[in-house]
């Protein structure tokens, strides 16, 4: 028997709840920049503790990405640098996406990095180095992975960096 109707659903590209409402890859630097804002607004100076809280906000704000679970990372990473020809204590919060060409296949990543650097101290150059990642989409916890990362920045929450450097990188 035949129904008084067909329900025919056509699929004309993946979709998931809400990502077209979100902001796209190019505009990331502009949130980043826009979050240091409101922290240096509230503030005379631009702490750690208030970069940090900044980058949490911009770590949980999603972007228009391709939906992969490595299109859209986190990358926490800190240590002893000489970047920009003196060596620096160097606290490296990064958020890399992955770029697709028109086939849908890899074809770069762009990385938006607020880097705060401090002049070395014996207990900095203690710290060593670590790095460690972050991947919307993997089923790991986010909220959980930031408190894990903010316990690294224990020494440094109430400190002033001497430099703050928010940039895009291809890479």
């Given amino acids: 028997m035949l129904q008084p109707y067909e329900v025919r659903v ?13 902001p796209l890859i190019e505009e990331t630097l502009d949130v980043l920049r826009a979050e240091l804002e409101v922290e240096l607004l509230a503030k005379v100076e631009l702490t750690t503790r208030a970069a940090w809280l900044a980058f949490m906000r911009f770590a949980r704000q999603r972007f228009t990405t391709a939906p992969t679970p490595d299109s859209d990372g986190l990358l926490f990473q800190y240590g002893t640098y000489a970047f920009s020809g003196r060596p620096m204590f160097t606290v490296d919060l990064t958020r890399q996406f992955d770029i697709s060409d028109d086939g849908g296949e890899h074809d770069h ?3 938006i990095h607020c880097e705060l650097r401090y002049e070395c101290k014996p ?13 919307h989409d993997a089923d790991a916890d986010l ?5 894990a990362m903010e316990g690294h920045l224990e020494l440094l929450l ?14």
């Fill in 123 to 135: 207990a900095l150059d203690a710290l060593g180095s670590f790095n460690s990642w972050f991947f």
């Fill in 10 to 22: 056509l699929i004309h590209e993946p979709r998931r709840a809400g990502v077209h409402d979100r």
């Fill in 158 to 171: 109430a400190r002033v960096p001497s430099e703050i450097d928010v940039y895009e990188e291809p890479v």
């Fill in 143 to 147: 909220d959980e992975w930031l408190a």
């Fill in 109 to 111: 990543h762009v990385q």
